[in-house]
Structures are given as C-alpha cells and as structure tokens.
C-alpha cells in the first residue's frame, strides 16, 4: 500500500493561485508525491477538517475514492515565527520535531501518543490525521518536502506500507 502525506495548506488550491506563485517548490513535491500514489490507483483521503479535505479531494481528483493508496492532508504547527498566521509559540519547535522524526523515518509510534490539545494550541488542527498514521507498518519512507516557510511546517513524505 502507498501512502502520501501532503500539507493542508488551501494554497494548493486553484483557487488560490497567483501569477508569482509563492510555494512553486511546495507545489511541485506535492505533484510528484500525488502523481506517485495514484500509481497504482485510486486512493482515499484522511483529514481531520473541511479544508484538509477540500485540499485532498482536489488533488486526487476523478481517482478519489477507495483503493490501494491514502492521501493524508495535514501539516505541523503554525506558530513557527513571529510573522508565522499564529505569531510565535516556543513550543513548536519541539512539536515539529517530533512529529518530523516519525515521519521522515516512518516510525510512527510517537504519533500514536501525540498531544492533540497542544497540536490545537500550536495551530496544527489536523494532526489527528497524523495521529491515523500509528497503525501502519513501512517498509520504506521517502521525504520530497520539510521546511517551515511564513513560520508554518509543510512535509511532503511518501510511504510503502505492508499493513
């Protein structure tokens, strides 16, 4: 099974495009990343809001629905920077960190236990997504995408998966 992780992030969608597009490098692993799981098929979408939702909907397409692969739509703490939509949290450094380590190596164990309530405070609303994640087995993990641009951390990951 194929699984992709994508930010929800509403600037992925077309109706948000500009002529200078301002996450062109974003936009391109979330491409590639999506062009990949949809491989082998269709894929389901895993969001824990509307917008996430919205944002996974759009990128799959007529090959939403269920099948082999899951698009998971959620990005880490927006409270990076002062300029960052949520200003500056100290804590979300360390939020990201964590989160980041599980999803680069595939390990996602420490997810299954992650603060949801802090996520919440740190302007991660759908880190209940991420939290999905704990039940699957990798058996490879790839990251195209990790960076905090406007002080909100985007991933881009892509994962095989035996369960």
Not at 27 to 55: M, N
Not at 104 to 127: C, K, N, Q, V, Y
Request: glycine share 10%; charged share 20%.
């Amino acid at each position: 099974m194929r699984v992709v992780l994508v930010p929800s992030t509403l600037a992925l969608l077309p109706d948000y495009t500009s002529i200078e597009d301002p996450i062109a490098d974003l936009r391109a692993s979330v491409d590639a990343a999506v062009a990949w799981l949809l491989a082998d098929g269709p894929a389901a979408v895993r969001g824990a809001t509307p917008a996430a939702k919205r944002i996974g909907d759009e990128l799959l397409g007529d090959y939403r629905g269920s099948g082999p692969g899951l698009l998971v739509v959620a990005n880490g703490t927006a409270t990076r920077t002062e300029k960052a939509p949520g200003h500056f949290d100290e804590r979300a450094e360390g939020f990201d960190a964590l989160v980041g380590a599980a999803l680069r190596t595939g390990d996602f164990g420490p997810l299954a236990d992650l603060d949801l309530d802090l996520a919440g405070e740190l302007w991660a609303p759908d880190a209940s997504a991420l939290v999905a994640l704990a039940g699957l087995v990798t058996t490879s993990a790839e990251t195209d995408y990790d960076a905090a641009p406007y002080g909100v951390q985007y991933w881009v990951t892509r994962y095989t998966c035996a369960s």
